[in-house]
């Protein structure tokens, strides 16, 4: 037996989720319950991977099981990129092996294109724009990542278009920036609204139990979820709960679970959209990993993230939403001086599952156990693909994508605690600090 030590527990000013059209919640699971799958975890991850179970599986129930209520996790508060091109920031153009990235390429594409189409199908309301990015610099070095980027960009063969200070409020309102490269193929949502709807578009031999965090796993020839109302007993089971597959027993000390902070403001009046100019939606990463993004809305709001911390039981605290909104403020004063009173209505933490390698972890755990983890900040697009291929992957199928995420080495192992704590929080706190105006 398996005693799951810490379970899903988001704080509760998501701005996408409040913002988002209002669903009815499905049942907490209650009594015993048989199946032939089971799938933990209703992000996007879990979403794919249940729903691509369904299709290759017609007459095979398969259960879904969210410890939350759907659209409130780590899926629905990220920022809304998905983003096509291959970033390896430990590589010095940041595309490192060419084939490797090509791969890459292909695996967000290919999950771009799966969202895409489930939108189009289901009339899915998640604003989601075809809208590229911008990835702006300020310092010296950002301005170095930029030219770098570049030419991992030209070794690749994709475009981009660089934009100088003087035309990039034209763009995007402010001319706090020195330089912006502009690359055409990323994808904007509303994550929390796009999960939403995933979940309820799903077929209709998928069973969704939210609100169900399971706290023992019992292993053998089935595999036994128990949780407080009841229990699940399956003869296949599907983790796509990211570190929380840590807590499940499995790739244990590999995962490293990183809070970042996004705040929304309220809704700007014509005035002020009209002061700030620029095109009406947009969104931008910074050229320093520490530094902050940014988003104009559908709606004509000003998204702002920034700010880390290392949470090792994956379980939000107040005290970083507090500490944090303060840099905010002093983030969006400097890009936009000329909004002094536009006011956050929303802030709120969400966790990536990082590994310090960059790998995620697909295939099997143990026997009749699989898992597809740790999307390292890309849980839009590689999330959506690699649930979507390790059910295919389930049913037999094999393809070149398949047979790449099956090679990968998975997440490395991190040293011991305390040595694991200080160790991450210095890096924060340093890359933070190093980030200077980017930030």
Same mark, same amino acid.
């Given at each position: 037996?398996?005693?799951?030590?810490?379970?899903?527990?988001?704080?509760?000013?998501?701005?996408?989720?409040?913002?988002?059209?209002?669903?009815?919640?499905?049942?907490?699971?209650?009594?015993?319950?048989?199946?032939?799958?089971?799938?933990?975890?209703?992000?996007?991850?879990?979403?794919?991977?249940?729903?691509?179970?369904?299709?290759?599986?017609?007459?095979?129930?398969?259960?879904?099981?969210?410890?939350?209520?759907?659209?409130?996790?780590?899926?629905?508060?990220?920022?809304?990129?998905?983003?096509?091109?291959?970033?390896?920031?430990?590589?010095?153009?940041?595309?490192?092996?060419?084939?490797? /990235?090509?791969?890459?390429?292909?695996?967000?594409?290919?999950?771009?294109?799966?969202?895409?189409?489930?939108?189009?199908?289901?009339?899915?309301?998640?604003?989601?724009?075809?809208?590229?990015?911008?990835?702006? /610099?300020?310092?010296?070095?950002?301005?170095?990542?930029?030219?770098?980027?570049?030419?991992?960009?030209?070794?690749?063969?994709?475009?981009?278009?660089?934009?100088?200070?003087?035309?990039?409020?034209?763009?995007?309102?402010?001319?706090?920036?020195?330089?912006?490269?502009?690359?055409?193929?990323?994808?904007?949502?509303?994550?929390?609204?796009?999960?939403?709807?995933?979940?309820?578009?799903?077929?209709?031999?998928? @069973?969704?139990?939210?609100? @169900?965090?399971?706290?023992?796993?019992?292993?053998?020839?089935?595999?036994?979820?128990?949780?407080?109302?009841?229990?699940?007993?399956?003869?296949?089971?599907?983790?796509?709960?990211?570190?929380?597959?840590?807590?499940?027993?499995?790739?244990?000390?590999?995962?490293?679970?990183?809070?970042?902070?996004?705040?929304?403001?309220?809704?700007?009046?014509?005035?002020?959209?009209?002061?700030?100019?620029?095109?009406?939606?947009?969104?931008?990463?910074?050229?320093?990993?520490?530094?902050?993004?940014?988003?104009?809305?559908?709606?004509?709001?000003?998204?702002?993230?920034?700010?880390?911390?290392?949470?090792? #039981?994956?379980?939000?605290?107040?005290?970083?939403?507090?500490?944090?909104?303060?840099?905010?403020?002093?983030?969006?004063?400097?890009?936009?001086?000329?909004?002094?009173?536009?006011?956050?209505?929303? @802030?709120?933490?969400?966790?990536?599952?990082?590994?310090?390698?960059?790998?995620?972890?697909?295939?099997?755990?143990?026997?009749?156990?699989?898992?597809?983890?740790?999307?390292?900040?890309?849980?839009?697009?590689?999330?959506?693909?690699?649930?979507?291929?390790?059910? #295919?992957?389930?049913?037999?199928?094999?393809?070149?994508?398949?047979?790449?995420?099956?090679?990968?080495?998975?997440?490395?192992?991190?040293?011991?605690?305390?040595?694991?704590?200080?160790?991450?929080?210095?890096?924060?706190?340093?890359?933070?600090?190093?980030?200077?105006?980017?930030?």
């Amino acid at each position: 037996m398996t005693r799951v030590t810490s379970t899903p527990a988001d704080d509760l000013s998501c701005g996408w989720f409040h913002l988002s059209k209002q669903r009815k919640t499905r049942p907490s699971h209650k009594g015993q319950t048989n199946a032939r799958w089971v799938v933990v975890g209703a992000g996007f991850t879990g979403l794919a991977a249940a729903r691509q179970l369904a299709l290759n599986f017609p007459n095979e129930e398969i259960v879904l099981v969210e410890a939350q209520e759907v659209g409130f996790g780590p899926s629905g508060r990220n920022a809304g990129f998905a983003i096509d091109l291959p970033h390896d920031i430990g590589a010095e153009d940041y595309i490192g092996d060419l084939e490797t /990235a090509q791969i890459s390429f292909k695996l967000n594409l290919q999950g771009q294109q799966i969202l895409r189409s489930l939108v189009e199908q289901f009339g899915i309301e998640c604003h989601m724009r075809p809208s590229g990015k911008y990835q702006a /610099a300020i310092e010296d070095r950002g301005i170095a990542v930029l030219d770098a980027y570049c030419r991992g960009l030209d070794k690749l063969g994709q475009p981009y278009e660089f934009i100088d200070a003087q035309d990039l409020p034209a763009h995007i309102g402010t001319s706090f920036y020195r330089k912006a490269l502009f690359t055409p193929g990323t994808v904007l949502v509303q994550p929390s609204a796009l999960v939403k709807g995933l979940a309820d578009t799903l077929p209709s031999n998928v @069973t969704l139990y939210e609100n @169900t965090p399971i706290t023992e796993v019992e292993y053998g020839a089935q595999t036994i979820l128990s949780h407080a109302g009841g229990r699940i007993t399956t003869d296949k089971l599907v983790l796509a709960n990211n570190a929380f597959g840590m807590r499940f027993g499995f790739l244990q000390g590999t995962m490293l679970p990183i809070f970042t902070y996004g705040s929304l403001t309220r809704v700007l009046t014509e005035a002020e959209q009209a002061t700030l100019g620029g095109k009406e939606f947009w969104g931008l990463i910074p050229a320093d990993p520490f530094g902050t993004t940014l988003r104009r809305t559908h709606d004509n709001r000003l998204f702002v993230r920034n700010s880390f911390s290392f949470i090792p #039981d994956g379980r939000s605290r107040k005290k970083y939403l507090d500490r944090f909104v303060q840099r905010h403020r002093t983030s969006f004063e400097r890009r936009f001086p000329m909004l002094p009173g536009v006011e956050f209505e929303y @802030t709120w933490g969400g966790s990536l599952a990082m590994s310090r390698n960059h790998m995620g972890f697909f295939g099997e755990l143990a026997p009749n156990v699989y898992g597809a983890l740790c999307c390292n900040g890309l849980g839009v697009t590689r999330g959506t693909v690699t649930g979507s291929l390790l059910a #295919d992957w389930l049913a037999g199928k094999r393809n070149e994508l398949i047979d790449f995420l099956l090679s990968s080495p998975g997440p490395n192992r991190n040293p011991p605690q305390p040595f694991l704590s200080a160790g991450v929080n210095l890096n924060l706190r340093w890359g933070q600090f190093c980030a200077g105006r980017e930030a």
